[in-house]
């Protein structure tokens, strides 16, 4: 039975190459001439995405026999699904209106997610009591679900922007998309660099006081900012820059501090050193590749038609279930948890989108960002309410 | 022509105006409500509720409205609480004299074992009135959060001043002055 | 502030953009919409007479006419997103565990800015007076901006004529002229009602119209929310919601708080299960027990019985109880009675119960003077032994810990119990003082000759249940269902429209939608297949 678990991490792994794979064969579809409508390369790229969605489809089955719970439990099962969820709704767009630059785009998001859940523990974890319901699943499958839906409405949008801002120019719209660019470089920085040092099993122990009493801190990673009061006592490492600021009592803040710091720093080597090779502006120089391709009345359409699909699918999930399991495990349906205020924020803000869209008439440039500002709020309650902000939803 | 559409204004203004009122209406409801369900429900100037609680040691039961007439200063306590004993002899210091001007003082207690207070009363030697809480009844009716807590209710029975925390002697005095009914 | 007669005949409501008829555009009223000198006209509530601005004298229509727009309601919205996100920040003030005040604990814990956190009052954000507000400014712009949209767009979407005015057709985002003779009508009809289109006719112009109803899905959805917002105001009133919290000791029955005096519950037993990775079932998770530092729980569990209390008239008097339920409480599964419901919410394990003690000679622990129990719930002053010795109680301390060399209690609950006993050898009128409690045995003095000695206890968990009653939870669920439908009405359906108009060379085509033009376009181009009509195109220019 234990031999699940292994079965569902190859399969992971081979969704992941999958994806890959087909990313290239989406890349092929630029030299078609034809604007639009897919051709040859399209057809096998979506086959293969179809393949590999299908091996995700197995890592989450093997994974659940193997833990005996729907493996949406943990961080790392949870952004792993999210991916999956947002290559299905990817899939179905697809299907709709057949963008092949979509996939280019929406499968490479998907492939740093799954990596990026990678970085977090992905051993199998028992069910605290509260999780215990079948709620659990339908909960967070639906507002997964919704939630990558709601993003392919941010692909379409980046699509959208990168093709039709005007790059002759310096611009906030320039700006901005250099800003989203990079932040894309900071994830991809932090996959590598903590892949890359967990593969060194690189470790340095501080011994700092937290909450008065004196405790070990192990980094994973070289100590750009250590514990504050903090002492090294490991041999041969290297001694941290400087000491987190005194505030940050929790018992990996700091360390939390440090792998952001070399994200930040990994993301600017990133996008500085392509920027330099390329001599401009990232989306600059990816415009010209799209600009035959892109048909920005579509892109806009599938932007927009994401929300209107992702919106009542994550309202089902991410609020109503969500109060119906809250009232079973908590007896309140709402408590202004964190997570739940900041998924109450993604629903206001979308609601914002379909009003300014239907009734004031934002198209084009304005719905982009909004889809763009939209996919910020839902990383935002991924990633930094989970980590930074604690409440009942911060995984064990 | 002109009559229907004087007749339509008016009747759209009424509509609205009464949707307006209602909604209006709800909001003030909802904010009423959830300030009072925060605030404690006794407050300064309002009349205290009235209990019935047995004295500490006795078979005996005081009742709050028994009181009327007099100044009351209502003190929650535990023996578990270290700011509550510290003001306990300033208590008892003051409670003859204020007990001659018309002054009582009813300590209630929020421990669950009677012993443990036995023992305290006897340590401290304390004559004022003890009254038992146990389950803590009077502690919700008051909305007590931390204690020591202490109100002083004046001889009309309304609440003259609500202390959360520890008294000091010149305080205490302050105001059991405040609550003494006038000769 | 007169009616408005189009030159098709129809009166129009003042206000009106569009004639609601024929469509075409009211002169004077296009800067409404933002028509002027465009080349297609903004269709939104099919220019219907809303918001009629017009009537805007009074206070009540101001005021009206502000929550009625949607641009204040977007507004609302975003203030509320950016409150709601500022009052993340720092934990809520319900979720802080410490005792301190958290005036303090704000500026302790965060600096600078946790004070000003404090003092703006985001400590307390989703129940601040000005947070209900907001809420309650985008609940009353919900239904103005309803009432101002639905009716007038209903209306007019009844009375709308196959005949449409020109300008109204050429400024359609998709139009198209075709000039031919041999147009095939009746296969166009036949193709649009196969693709279940509704066909209007008048003097051989056509109006193909589908899901009109996806229209109201938002003033559906809208109700919802309503009815959602009223039922959560329900809440307020005690008859609806009861909300409280007791503790119950094992083997205790304890009246339920909430129910006026009507229920007790006896805690029949409290189960705390964690995860053991020696155990086989739990085996798979071996790795991630390891790793965690405490024990993982598995169950929270109260078995407990329900009692009905049958002499509620006699106030006063021992309750005589009847059992009316046996059953479980646990995590994700409230145990349910009458109107009420009792969810395992919190616990205490191994509270002392009571505890056994024995009288021997100081050096000898196998001497035997007599033994005594002391329930801990009502401990007794004295107790006299059977070898005649007597006890003295003199202080007892349920959960002690030493402060400044003396024993304190620092809660009622006896947790870590400790006693000063007197300890009178029989006949003696002196006594011998001992301090005792756990992993304490003090003599108070060198000269002892007896010691006591801890024989014995038994322990309980107390099981922490909070008790709900909630009338509200029905009408909240029904908002919450006509939300989800309005919702999937409005975002999975689209209304849409095609007009044919016969012309003397040809036809006129003309199409609208309220959403995904793409997709209109490719219904229009099977409508139109083998009938000689000629696709429309998207006079849309993307500005970028």
């Known amino acids: 039975m234990g031999d699940w678990t292994t079965i569902s991490g190859n399969l992971l792994y081979a969704a992941f190459f999958i994806y890959l794979i087909a990313t290239f064969f989406f890349a092929g579809t630029i030299r078609d001439k034809k604007k639009g409508k897919s051709k040859i390369a399209g057809n096998i790229g979506i086959t293969i995405t179809i393949i590999g969605f299908v091996t995700q489809i197995g890592y989450f089955i093997t994974r659940w026999m193997a833990s005996g719970h729907a493996p949406v439990s943990n961080l790392f099962e949870y952004t792993t699904f999210f991916g999956m969820m947002l290559v299905f709704a990817f899939i179905v767009l697809y299907f709709i209106y057949r963008v092949d630059l979509l996939g280019l785009f929406a499968l490479p998001i998907a492939l740093l997610l799954i990596a990026f859940a990678s970085m977090f523990p992905t051993e199998v974890s028992p069910l605290v009591p509260s999780l215990q319901s079948h709620w659990l699943y339908i909960h967070v499958t639906t507002a997964s679900l919704g939630q990558g839906i709601l993003s392919v409405s941010f692909v379409a949008g980046l699509v959208f922007l990168i093709s039709q801002v005007d790059q002759s120019k310096r611009s906030k719209h320039t700006y901005w998309l250099e800003f989203v660019i990079y932040i894309i470089a900071v994830t991809l920085a932090f996959i590598v660099l903590s892949s890359s040092f967990s593969a060194m099993n690189y470790e340095a122990t501080f011994e700092a006081p937290i909450e008065g009493q004196q405790a070990e801190i192990t980094y994973e990673m070289p100590a750009i900012a250590g514990p504050n009061e903090g002492v090294l006592i490991s041999d041969d490492r290297m001694a941290p820059l400087f000491q987190a600021p005194e505030w940050m009592r929790g018992e990996d803040a700091a360390k939390k501090l440090n792998t952001f710091l070399w994200a930040i720093l990994g993301g600017v080597v990133l996008y500085w050193g392509t920027r330099l090779i390329l001599r401009k502006r990232i989306a600059a120089s990816i415009q010209p590749l799209l600009n035959k391709k892109v048909n920005p009345e579509l892109v806009d359409e599938v932007s927009y038609r994401a929300v209107a699909i992702g919106f009542p699918v994550f309202t089902l999930g991410a609020l109503i279930f969500a109060m119906i399991w809250a009232q079973q495990a908590w007896d309140r349906f709402w408590g202004w948890d964190p997570k739940e205020v900041w998924a109450l924020i993604t629903f206001f803000f979308y609601a914002a989108y379909l009003h300014l869209r239907l009734s004031r008439g934002w198209q084009g440039m304005k719905s982009a960002w909004l889809a763009v500002g939209g996919f910020g709020i839902i990383m935002f309650n991924l990633i930094a309410v989970n980590l930074i902000i604690s409440g009942l939803h911060s995984y064990a | 022509m002109k009559e229907k559409t004087i007749q339509k204004k008016k009747k759209r203004l009424i509509f609205r105006t009464a949707m307006l009122t209602v909604m209006v209406g709800l909001v003030v409801f909802a904010l009423v409500a959830n300030g009072e369900d925060e605030k404690a429900v006794v407050a300064k100037g309002e009349e205290a509720p009235d209990f019935q609680l047995k004295k500490f040691g006795t078979g005996e039961t005081v009742q709050l409205s028994d009181l009327e007439g007099k100044g009351v200063m209502l003190n929650f306590w535990a023996t578990y609480c270290k700011p509550c004993k510290d003001e306990m002899p300033y208590m008892e210091k003051l409670y003859p004299k204020y007990k001659e001007k018309g002054v009582e003082i009813l300590a209630v207690n929020l421990d669950s074992t009677e012993l443990v207070v036995e023992s305290f009363v006897n340590e401290y030697d304390l004559s004022f009135p003890i009254l038992q809480d146990k389950d803590g009844q009077v502690m919700e009716l008051y909305n007590i959060g931390p204690i020591p807590s202490t109100l002083f209710i004046n001889p009309e029975g309304e609440i003259e001043e609500q202390v959360i925390g520890p008294l000091t002697l010149d305080k205490l005095e302050g105001h059991l002055q405040n609550i003494a009914p006038e000769e | ?544």
Request: proline share 4%.
């Open chain 3, 1 to 544: 502030m007169k009616e408005i007669t189009c030159e098709c005949g129809h009166i129009n409501p003042e206000g009106t953009v569009l004639c609601e008829e024929c469509g075409k555009p009211i002169e004077k009223n296009q800067h409404i919409d933002g028509n002027d000198e465009k080349q297609l006209l903004n269709m939104r509530y099919d220019g219907s007479a809303r918001r009629s601005q017009t009537y805007n004298r009074t206070i009540v229509d101001k005021v009206w006419n502000f929550f009625s727009s949607v641009k204040v309601g977007v507004t609302l919205i975003f203030i509320t997103v950016i409150a709601s996100a500022i009052g993340t920040i720092f934990p809520q003030e319900e979720f802080i565990q410490s005792t301190v005040d958290p005036a303090i604990h704000y500026r302790d814990q965060y600096g600078l800015a946790g004070q000003i956190y404090y003092q703006l009052g985001f400590h307390d954000l989703f129940s601040s007076w000005w947070y209900m507000i907001l809420l309650a400014m985008i609940g009353i712009s919900i239904v103005i901006a309803s009432i101002d949209r639905f009716f007038p767009l209903y209306k007019t979407l009844k009375k709308q004529k196959p005949k449409r005015h020109e300008l109204f057709m050429k400024k359609q985002r998709i139009f198209g002229r075709t000039t031919a003779e041999d147009i095939d009508i009746d296969r166009f009809k036949e193709n649009l009602k196969k693709r279940r289109f509704k066909i209007y006719e008048q003097d051989g112009h056509l109006l193909a119209e589908k899901n009109r109803f996806a229209r109201w899905g938002p003033y559906v959805n809208h109700i919802g929310l309503i009815i959602f917002l009223l039922g959560a105001l329900l809440r307020f009133v005690p008859a609806f919601y009861v909300d409280e919290f007791i503790w119950v000791r094992e083997g205790e029955t304890a009246l339920i708080s909430g129910t006026e005096g009507e229920f007790y519950i006896k805690n029949e037993d409290f189960t705390l299960e964690t995860y053991d990775k020696d155990d086989p079932e739990d085996a798979r998770f071996k790795e991630a027990i390891e790793n965690q530092e405490g024990p993982i729980p598995k169950t929270f569990r109260t078995d407990a019985t329900i009692y009905e209390r049958t002499n509620k008239d006699v106030t006063g008097a021992d309750p005589e109880l009847e059992a009316v339920k046996e059953g479980a409480a646990t995590l994700n599964n409230p145990l349910k009675f009458d109107d009420y419901a009792l969810y395992q919410s919190s616990y205490q394990l191994d509270e002392f119960k009571d505890m056994s003690f024995k009288i021997h000679d100081k050096d000898d622990d196998e001497t035997n003077h007599g033994e005594f129990t002391i329930d801990l719930t009502d401990p007794q002053s004295t107790y006299e032994l059977e070898g005649g010795f007597r006890v003295e109680v003199v202080n007892y301390f349920p959960d002690y810990e030493m402060q400044d060399g003396q024993p304190e209690s620092v809660t009622k609950y006896p947790r870590n119990p400790a006693f000063v006993f007197n300890v009178y050898p029989p006949g003696e009128e002196e006594a011998e003082t001992s301090f005792l409690g756990i992993g304490a045995n003090i003599g108070a003095s060198e000269d002892n000759q007896y010691k006591l000695g801890l024989t014995g206890f038994n322990v309980r968990d107390v099981t922490g249940l909070t008790v709900k009653k909630d009338h509200t939870l029905g009408i909240i669920s029904l908002g919450g269902a006509i939300f989800m439908i309005g919702v999937i009405q409005g975002m999975y359906w689209n209304h849409r429209r095609i007009w044919l108009q016969p012309r003397e060379d040809g036809v006129w085509i003309a199409g609208h939608t309220n959403k995904n033009w793409y997709a209109l376009r490719m219904e229009i181009e099977r409508a139109i297949e083998d009938t000689n009509i000629e696709a429309p195109v998207d006079q849309y220019e993307m500005k970028s």
